[in-house]
């Protein structure tokens, strides 16, 4: 039996008011909105108060972004405690320990331990060496705290990651270190961040999300690394977990014998 003119019509009528609708509804959102979805998409109070984070996988790796210059890392592991709180963007909290290597020749090493910051060679006596590797690596965690007093959310002009139509909000810290988010316009996902280093404007990209429950945790399995919009890593994270307990010494890295 064919549905009557009246009926194809009203179907017709929802279908183009339905768009325009979740259109309307996007327009009113304010950063905060935005912001306040994105938290809630990655888990809520169970996401912004995780203790740490420790993460497994692979990374491709380009020297100055070039193309010939790529290596492949076999074994690409992150470890993070988080901060309590935090008021600057860009500078080292909390502990963090990232290491590349390549069957089983370490490529790279970055550490923090809450006071002392390490690369490969051990710790790093160069104070301004280390607030470039700090500024580059510290930026996303920001979002946690944004919408406490102090923070400063402004909505920019929508656009895509990936093809996904995103919302950006611009976050100043009360530092007034800017960090820029653009997320899902349709699930909220933390697709992108940006932010100024001294190696130049730095963009992470995220994809592949994962859910996990215990506590509620959505995490991207990919990130891409840019600088001056030149990719230098893709990773792929193979495993996560969430709130592992992680002993002090897991951030520091003995100086090399000379």
């Known amino acids: 039996m064919r549905p009557s003119i009246a009926a194809v019509a009203a179907v ?39 203790r740490t984070m420790h993460m497994k996988g692979v990374a491709t790796l380009y020297r100055g972004g070039a193309f010939d210059k790529a290596t492949e890392a076999t074994r690409y592991e992150m470890w993070r405690v988080y901060a309590d709180a935090s008021q600057a963007a860009h500078q080292a909290n909390g502990k963090f320990r990232l290491d590349a290597e390549k069957d089983g020749r370490i490529l790279f090493q970055t550490a923090f331990d809450g006071k002392q910051a390490y690369d490969a060679n051990g710790p790093v006596a160069d104070a301004e060496e280390a607030r470039r590797d700090e500024s580059g690596a510290y930026g996303f965690g920001i979002i946690r705290f944004a919408l406490n007093d102090g923070f400063k959310l402004e909505r920019l002009a929508d656009d895509q990651v990936e093809g996904h139509p995103a919302q950006f909000v611009r976050v100043t810290d ?69 709130n592992a307990a992680m002993p002090d010494s897991t951030f520091k890295v003995a100086a090399k014998a000379k």
């Open 12 to 50: 017709t009528a929802f279908a183009v008011a339905a768009p325009a609708a979740a259109h309307e509804a996007h327009r009113l959102m304010t950063a905060r909105d935005i912001i306040a979805k994105a938290v809630a998409n990655a888990g809520g109070d169970a996401w912004r108060g995780a």
């Open 174 to 242: 009360p530092t007034g270190g800017v960090t820029i988010f653009g997320i899902d316009m349709v699930d909220y996902s933390i697709r992108m961040v940006e932010y100024d280093t001294p190696r130049g404007w730095h963009q992470r990209i995220y994809s592949d999300f994962e859910t996990k429950t215990n506590p509620t945790f959505r995490q991207p399995t990919r990130v891409r690394f840019y600088y001056d919009g030149v990719k230098t890593v893709d990773a792929k994270w193979q495993s996560w977990s969430v």
